[in-house]
């Protein structure tokens, strides 16, 4: 399997209403350099089935994503995941740790 597809297997362990992080992410799959993750997202190829918009950055700000920050953010907030100034609020209650 490929690192791609154990990306896409660890984003779908993310529950929604729960976010985790690029970095977390690669810490996962042992890759020491989280922009990869972004990378490897920016070519998802099924975006809300693979719902690579859970993942943010490690200071709780939404990040990047194919559809356009707004889009992101809409997908978050129908979750249930409150943000404001493009960050989340209470990023630590919303946090999923990748085990």
């Known amino acids: 399997m490929s690192i791609r597809e154990k990306c896409y297997r660890i984003i779908c362990k993310i529950p929604k209403g729960r976010v985790s992080t690029y970095k977390e992410v690669a810490e996962s799959l042992g890759i020491k350099g989280y922009r990869a993750i972004g990378m490897i997202l920016k070519k998802n190829p099924k975006p ?3 719902p690579c918009h859970r993942v943010v950055k490690s200071n709780g700000e939404v ?6 920050i707004e889009r992101k953010i809409e997908l978050l907030r129908k979750e ?5 100034n493009n960050k989340i609020v209470n990023f630590e209650r ?4 990748i085990k």
Do not use: L
Request: net charge positive; no cysteine.
């Open 48 to 50: 809300i089935e693979i």
């Open 63 to 68: 990040g990047g994503y194919m559809g356009g």
């Open 80 to 84: 249930g995941i409150s943000i404001k």
């Open 94 to 97: 919303y946090f999923f740790k």
